[in-house]
T-cell receptor
């Protein structure tokens, strides 16, 4: 497609379960971001992939969070042993180098 | 370290008035600056991208200016409409690696 695609759009999970969030960037885009946004809060940087370089994981809040990007394209954000404070909207964005970022519609995660 | 500030944090205007949103950044050595719009519970929509060599960009009722030397960008929205109500975010890219840095946003309400 023409845009950044995120799936699922909504996810409700029980506390303690693992979840995987998927991001399909725009084809050919080398840079990919994950952010999260808790209710009424600003954007919190999680992780940044750029080409074949080692990702910048400095924003991951705990070791329960991990992300990978396979073949320089699709990215998966995994949250293990989910907690209620993980409830947020998780946003993915991609860009061709540094020339403007396109965001997906996000995944709304609710941990009950 | 780059810091991005948006003033005001919130703004309410009657329909028809022009909107002026400010973004300032501490390190003038930026590559690009991008303005986004976010509606409640939604992802980010790109409005305008200004490359470092440019002074302004225009799209319809929107105009964004960039003054790198003073570390400022201003987003003008002419003849505001209730549909312009949203949070507006600016983001800068300050290195060739393309990492985004966001301001906290300006929440705009346009009253009919």
């Amino acid at each position: 497609g023409a845009g950044v695609s995120q799936s699922p759009s909504n996810k409700v999970t029980e506390k303690g379960k693992d979840v995987e969030l998927r991001c399909d960037p725009i084809s050919g885009h080398t840079a990919l971001y994950w952010y999260r946004q808790s209710l009424g809060q600003g954007l919190e940087f999680l992780i940044y992939f750029q080409g074949n370089s080692a990702p910048d994981k400095s924003g991951l809040p705990s070791d329960r969070f991990s992300a990978e990007r396979t073949g320089g394209s699709v990215s998966t954000l995994t949250i293990q042993r989910t907690q209620q404070e993980d409830s947020a909207v998780y946003l993915c964005a991609s860009s061709l180098q540094a020339y403007g970022y396109t965001f997906g519609s996000g995944t709304r995660l609710t941990v009950v | 370290k780059q810091e991005v500030t948006q003033i005001p944090a919130a703004l309410s205007v009657p329909e028809g008035e022009n909107l002026v949103l400010n973004c300032s950044f501490t390190d003038s050595a930026i590559y690009n600056l991008q303005w986004f719009r976010q509606d409640p519970g939604k992802g980010l929509t790109s409005l305008l991208l200004i490359q470092s060599s440019q002074r302004e960009q225009t799209s319809g009722r929107l105009n964004a200016s960039l003054d790198k030397s003073s570390g400022r960008s201003t987003l003008y929205i002419a003849a505001s409409q209730p549909g312009d109500s949203a949070t507006y975010l600016c983001a800068v890219i300050t290195d060739s690696w393309g990492k985004l840095q966001f301001g906290a946003g300006t929440q705009v309400v346009v009253t009919p």
